[in-house]
């Protein structure tokens, strides 16, 4: 987990300190002809959720800044976020909707072909779509926003919520409806040209989204914000 695409292709994955989790290699070096099966779900990382270098292609892990999970998260009833969430939102968005050879369309399927290139005839490589980690717009409450809109609460920090304004929580959920877009159509540009050992794997997470503070909601797949004030840390408690 936590990796990017590169640490599946062409390095070890890094720890916070840059070396490598127990030696391993890149991840595409474990897979051979013995395989029958290879689950694999990769992006959304390299759209920088959780470390916003991926955005600008730099994949060191020399910012671990959380990425747009912190950059855009809110402190009620303050509502001020960073002022970096809206160009990470904005190049986030042109990388997962280009159509150039950084597009996620193109690396996705130039990844996939790459694991399929080592595995064999009769092998299976079973594409993993993304849970959203928002709700969508009709299914949420949060907080009254004073002047208009929602807040969807993340965590609590003593006197203060902590969270996402309601532009920000439409926008990243649509980058992930873009993002399994993506995911869908570079499995079906390699399918389509003959290669039937690949497939989006069957999954249903709809209704188990991050609860944005409502009671009564399913069980989340996704509870919350971890949040370490001293640290500066903001992850998501999956």
Known sequence: ??????????????????????GQPA?????????DTVLLTIGGNDLGFADSG?????YGRVTNDGGIVKKC????????????????????SEKVNGIGQSSMRVLLRSAYRQILARMGSDAELVIGLYPMLF?????????PVLGGGRFCVAAEAGAVSLGYLE??????????VQLNAAIVAAVGD?????????RVAETSFDGHSFPCGDAGRPTPYVNGIRYAPGAGAVNFAE
């Open 135 to 143: 709700p969508a717009a009709g299914e949420w409450t949060g907080i």
């Open 54 to 58: 991926a955005l600008d292609g730099d």
């Open 190 to 198: 390699i399918a389509g040209q003959g290669d039937t050992r690949i």
């Open 27 to 35: 991840q595409i070096q474990s897979v051979n002809t013995s395989f």
């Open 1 to 22: 987990s936590s990796a990017w695409l590169r640490d599946v292709l062409t390095q070890a994955q890094g720890g916070a300190d840059g070396v490598p989790y127990f």
């Open 167 to 176: 532009a920000d929580v439409a926008t990243m959920r649509s980058l992930q």
């Open 73 to 92: 998260l809110s402190i009620n009833p303050v509502y001020a976020r960073g002022g970096e969430c809206d160009s990470l939102l904005l190049k986030a």
